[in-house]
């Protein structure tokens, strides 16, 4: 099953709580949430108090992606503020730490997730599928929202979801960066199920209009 996961970074951050509630009405899946440090991605956002304040506001299942250098020290701050997943990056720090961090956020009873930059190669998550509830493929480089699509991640999309399917069949495929009625189909028969889209929703006067608009192009067979 398709779910939209519209992403905050694209959201009015004035009125966020508004927003949320929103996208749900829409008929949106998940929130997306981007928390960056300026440090692992040359931007900053968002981050615990602002997940905080917004879990009190909205019952929607909140899917934190964090773009943050060692996100262990973070990741377990995360899960009690409120994140129903918490998807760490695998440049963010070393491999045996990224164990460890999605060791802890499961311990919490939380969803774990790992992200892959554009030009980090789809195997490299081999060693951690075990350990992920989810795999981020990015389609546009992190740290910025409004980015064209990067069509060359398809094949990378592809040989995710083999290797998912592999080893831990059934997870999630999500991905984040360009995703529009244009490109939804692409990913969608490139192996994703979990479509994050900010500006194609949250740029849209209406909401559920656009929500709909995604999962009806996710039908189409790319």
Not at 37 to 59: Q, Y
Not at 129 to 141: I, P, R
Request: glycine fraction near 10%; charged fraction near 25%; include cysteine.
């Amino acid at each position: 099953m398709i779910k939209i996961a519209p992403s905050i970074l694209s959201a009015d951050f004035g009125a966020l709580a508004a927003e949320a509630e929103d996208v749900r009405a829409a008929g949106a899946d998940w929130l997306h949430f981007d928390a960056m440090d300026g440090e692992f991605v040359p931007n900053i956002s968002i981050g615990l108090p602002v997940l905080k304040s917004l879990r009190k506001h909205t019952d929607m299942f909140i899917d934190a992606h964090l773009m943050v250098s060692r996100p262990g020290r973070y990741a377990p701050r995360f899960c009690d503020d409120g994140a129903d997943l918490v998807c760490i990056h695998v440049e963010a720090d070393q491999p045996h730490e990224i164990i460890s961090a999605l060791k802890d956020i499961r311990a919490r009873g939380v969803k774990t997730g790992i992200a892959l930059k554009p030009a980090t190669p789809g195997g490299i998550v081999l060693p951690f599928l075990e350990y992920a509830d989810m795999v981020l493929v990015m389609t546009v480089e992190p740290g910025f929202g409004g980015q064209s699509f990067m069509a060359d991640m398809l094949p990378k999309l592809r040989g995710v979801r083999a290797l998912a399917e592999q080893y831990h069949p059934g997870m999630d495929i999500e991905v984040d960066g360009g995703i529009d009625e244009r490109t939804a189909p692409l990913v969608v028969d490139s192996g994703a199920n979990v479509l994050v889209a900010g500006s194609a929703v949250f740029g849209k006067a209406d909401r559920a209009a656009a929500v709909s608009a995604l999962r009806m192009a996710s039908d189409v067979k790319a």
